[in-house]
T-cell receptor
Framework: GIQVEQSPPDLILQEGANSTLRCNFS?????LQWFHQNPWGQLINLFY???GTKQNGRLSATTVATERYSLLYISSSQTTDSGVYFC????????????FGRGTSLIVHP | GAGVSQSPSNKVTEKGKDVELRCDPI?????LYWYRQSLGQGLEFLIY????????KSGLPSDRFSAERTGGSVSTLTIQRTQQEDSAVYLC????????????FGQGTRLTVV
């Protein structure tokens, strides 16, 4: 099946710093989602982005489907950004089941 | 409902007992997924329901695990004869169905087997 790799696995930032998280996938996809899992375990939808670029406040994401990667940008990070960021993809060819990467654990210090 | 609802939020059970976990998807969503997340790990797919079609059970780790979905809405995940390695957070998600549709997750059930 499709492989999803996220990097870096861990990231520690000072409040106000910018960061870029990466998601690589091994096959073509027809959907890609970014989630933030907060410290209480809730998965929050950030972006539904099979291709192109989207922005939502301090967060933005870009997916280059032809090159099989997606990037999540966090600008002016805040302590509330702490948590784990997951990328999930639906492989092309009629896949109905999102496959998740192992996540990037982010800690933002005040 | 407004979002995916799971119950209970927390469950502590003794080894060997059976447990049932419930998921109420977003109204109108035909697809429903169960995942398991062990401490500090990623999400492991368990089972997928789409409408009235036969479920995809390919992720269930053993025959102690089963799930059903009644009336195309509420789903119950049952774990029989629980083991300590079953301790994890069980997450449910739903989507409109069809290829590549956006999934939304519930808050999860934290299962602890003692």
């Amino acid at each position: 099946g499709i492989q999803v790799e996220q990097s870096p696995p861990d990231l520690i930032l000072q409040e106000g710093a910018n960061s870029t998280l990466r998601c690589n996938f091994s096959d073509s996809v027809n959907n890609l989602q970014w989630f933030h899992q907060n410290p209480w375990g809730q998965l929050i939808n950030l972006f539904y982005i099979p291709s192109g670029t989207k922005q939502n406040g301090r967060l933005s994401a870009t997916t280059v489907a032809t090159e099989r990667y997606s990037l999540l940008y966090i600008s002016s990070s805040q302590t509330t950004d702490s948590g784990v960021y997951f990328c999930a993809v639906h492989a092309s060819g009629g896949s109905y089941i999102p496959t998740f990467g192992r996540g990037t654990s982010l800690i933002v210090h005040p | 409902g407004a979002g995916v609802s799971q119950s209970p939020s927390n469950k502590v059970t003794e080894k060997g007992k059976d447990v049932e976990l419930r998921c109420d998807p977003i109204s109108g969503h035909t697809a429903l997924y169960w995942y398991r997340q062990s401490l500090g790990q990623g999400l492991e797919f368990l089972i997928y329901f789409q409408g009235n079609s036969a479920p995809d059970k390919s992720g269930l780790p053993s025959d102690r695990f089963s799930a059903e979905r009644t009336g195309g809405s509420v789903s119950t995940l049952t774990i029989q004869r629980t083991q300590q390695e079953d301790s994890a957070v069980y997450l449910c998600a739903s989507s409109l169905g069809g290829v590549g549709t956006e999934a939304f997750f519930g808050q999860g059930t934290r299962l602890t087997v003692v």
